[in-house]
């Protein structure tokens, strides 16, 4: 199973930024994908997740910013990140979790910098 993400980069606040992330492999049963970052000296947190049946969570520092989205029939997940701020800078990470076979799978991507700064 891999996840390739894409779509970060260099934004000035209030910019905007889409991230997308596909998941590759036939026998994974998905059900939750979602987005989670890491910025320099702190711990990895949630951004979105978003379930098969369209359930969505969102930290609270970015509800009314982003908005998270899935295409099921590719396996992608998207992140619309709209009013960027600088302490949205981080490293961006998807996320898929479901099941091989019946067994609990959770797999991450390899990242993807967001910078805001002017």
């Known amino acids: 199973v891999q996840l390739q993400a894409s779509g970060g980069g260099l934004v000035q606040p209030g910019g905007s930024l889409r991230l997308s992330c596909v998941v590759s492999?036939?026998?994974?049963?998905?059900?939750?994908m979602g987005w989670y970052r890491q910025a320099p000296g702190k711990q990895r947190e949630l951004v979105a997740t978003?379930?098969?049946?369209?359930?969505?969570d969102y930290a609270d520092s970015v509800k009314g910013r982003f908005t998270i989205s899935r295409d099921n029939a590719k396996n992608t997940v998207h992140l619309q990140m709209n009013s960027l701020k600088p302490e949205d800078t981080a490293v961006y990470y998807c996320n898929a979790e479901g099941s091989i076979n019946f067994r609990p799978k959770d797999y991450w991507g390899q990242g993807t910098l967001v910078t805001v700064s002017s």
């Open positions: 978003m379930t098969n049946s369209g359930s969505t």
């Open positions: 492999a036939s026998i994974f049963r998905i059900n939750t």
